[in-house]
């Protein structure tokens, strides 16, 4: 599909390229969302697996610093029963789960600086 508006490759190359990413960005959050699932056959990270597991991911998709990333770490104790030879004991479960958001200002920045040219800022030139 191609404009008539001078500089019309840039707005094509631009409007793809901002289709790339929101899919990478699409993604990525799938694969962060998908850290959190547990059940069978699905290994449990601890705080620090997770956090170098999602820097992995945004690196990966070439995201670093455009998804804002919150882990929420919670404990549970819990206190088991004297059963025959087995003494009483607690048992303590840390489950660990981590969320995204887009942040609004770094992606309109990098949509901004997409396309052919890179980034295009109105400046006035130093000897005006």
């Known amino acids: 599909m191609a404009r008539a508006a001078p500089g019309?490759?840039?707005?094509e190359t631009r409007h793809s390229a901002k289709k790339a990413l929101d899919a990478r960005l699409e993604k990525a959050k799938q694969a962060i969302e998908d850290l959190n699932k547990q059940?069978?056959?699905?290994k449990r990270l601890d705080e620090e697996g997770l956090r170098?597991?999602?820097?992995?991911?945004?690196k990966r998709h070439n995201l670093v610093g455009l998804l804002?990333?919150?882990?929420?770490?919670?404990?549970?104790?819990?206190?088991?029963?004297?059963?025959?030879?087995r003494p009483a004991h607690e048992v303590t479960v840390v489950t660990v789960t981590v969320s995204t958001s887009c942040d609004a200002?770094?992606?309109?920045?990098?949509?901004?600086?997409?396309?052919?040219?890179?980034?295009?800022?109105?400046?006035?030139?130093n000897w005006v």
Do not use: D
């Open 8 to 11: 019309g490759a840039i707005l």
């Open 39 to 42: 059940g069978r056959g699905r």
């Open 52 to 58: 170098m597991a999602v820097e992995s991911l945004l």
């Open 68 to 85: 804002a990333v919150e882990y929420c770490v919670q404990t549970k104790t819990t206190r088991k029963r004297a059963y025959l030879m």
């Open 105 to 125: 200002t770094a992606y309109e920045n990098t949509v901004r600086c997409m396309g052919v040219g890179g980034c295009t800022f109105a400046m006035t030139p």
